[in-house]
Structures are given as C-alpha cells and as structure tokens.
C-alpha cells in the first residue's frame, strides 16, 4: 500500500522514519496485539431511552507508544483504512477485534454476570457496528486550540484550515484530524445487545 501521507517537521525525524518504515496493516496489527494489555472491562449500559436496556461490552486497553503510533498515526495505520475506502476500514476494524478478542474474553470472563454473560460479550464484539479506536479521555487526545499540522495528508489539511471555531464538534474533528498524538490506551467498544442478545 502506498502512504497516504507524510508528517510535517513537528514530528521528529526518528517518529517520522519508523512510521514510514511499516510495510503493510499486518505490521500494524502485530504490533496492536502483541503490544497490548487489557486493563479493564464493564458491561456498559445505553445511557438513553433509544436503545433502553441494551448493554454492550467495553474494554480499555494500555498500549506501548509504538503501537498506538502505527495503529493511530502511521500512513498505512487503522485511519489510514478509511481513507482509503470504508470497507476496507471496516475490514480493518474487525481484523483488529478479531486479533485481539482472544485476549478480551480471557479478561472479562472472570467478570461477567448472569445478566451479560461471556456468550453475550462475544455476541458484542462479533456485531457488525463493534469498534477500536484511541481512548480520547487520554490527555494526548485532547485537540490544540492552536492549529498544529503533524499529520501532511491535502484532504485534513485543508479541513483543518477551512474549519470555524464557532461549529465546535466539526472544529475539534478538523483539529484532531492533522496530529498524531502519543498515547498509550485503546478501546474496544462492542455492539449493542438487548436483553435476548
């Protein structure tokens, strides 16, 4: 796969190299799973009325700052799928679930209840809209007020420019969508089950 983008002078030559170097999303997801350590599981309840009820399973993953940087901000990395085309970041989604499931259900098998059992929380990571993504509570996640252009990709670039202050949601996605933060945590965020499964 050819990189979709370089990184401007804020990322260091180092940083810059390794990122570059990885040759394909297998690199990337041996890294995601082999440098990964569950560090908590709840079954996390529907905070609404829409989908009353409804449960799904949550983890927070640590991560070694190497492997949040080729899934998150490497070129060839897990945002770097979607760009590229939304089935194949689904694939990638669900390549990475798949890869680290193993690992999940060993952690919150010793945590489940009667009311979400292990067979629940599988039923959870295996739903189509299940995901991985940066734990954005981590203080690397927070966006700069100021524009900090880290990531060098035409398309984030020039929604970063373009974006108002004023439309906050679509001003922090434009602002996140040209970092490359440092962090060290993961979630993984099943689908939503109801009572039945």
């Not at 679930?97 to 629940?120: S, V």
């Not at 993504?133 to 970063?160: C, H, K, M, N, T």
């Not at 949601?169 to 039945?196: N, Y």
Request: net charge positive.
């Amino acid at each position: 796969m050819v990189s979709l983008w370089d990184f401007t002078a804020l990322v260091a030559t180092e940083r810059r190299t390794r990122l570059l170097g990885l040759k394909g999303f297998e690199d990337v997801l041996k890294q995601v799973t082999s440098m990964s350590t569950v560090l908590e599981y709840e079954s996390e309840p529907f905070k609404g009325s829409r989908l009353k009820g409804c449960k799904r399973a949550a983890f927070l993953l640590s991560i070694d700052r190497h492997g949040y940087d080729a899934f998150f901000n490497s070129p060839i990395g897990y945002r770097a799928q979607y760009c590229v085309g939304l089935e194949i970041g689904k694939s990638a989604n669900r390549q990475i679930i798949e890869a680290l499931k193993p690992k999940l259900l060993a952690f919150a098998k010793r945590m489940t209840t009667a009311a979400f059992t292990l067979q629940k929380v599988e039923g959870s990571l295996d739903a189509v809209n299940a995901k991985v993504w940066i734990d954005e509570r981590e203080p690397a996640a927070f966006p700069s007020s100021d524009l900090q252009i880290e990531i060098d990709y035409r398309p984030w670039v020039e929604r970063a420019k373009r974006a108002n202050a004023f439309q906050e949601h679509e001003f922090i996605g434009a602002m996140r969508g040209v970092r490359a933060p440092c962090g060290t945590r993961l979630v993984v965020k099943g689908g939503w089950l109801d009572q039945s499964g």
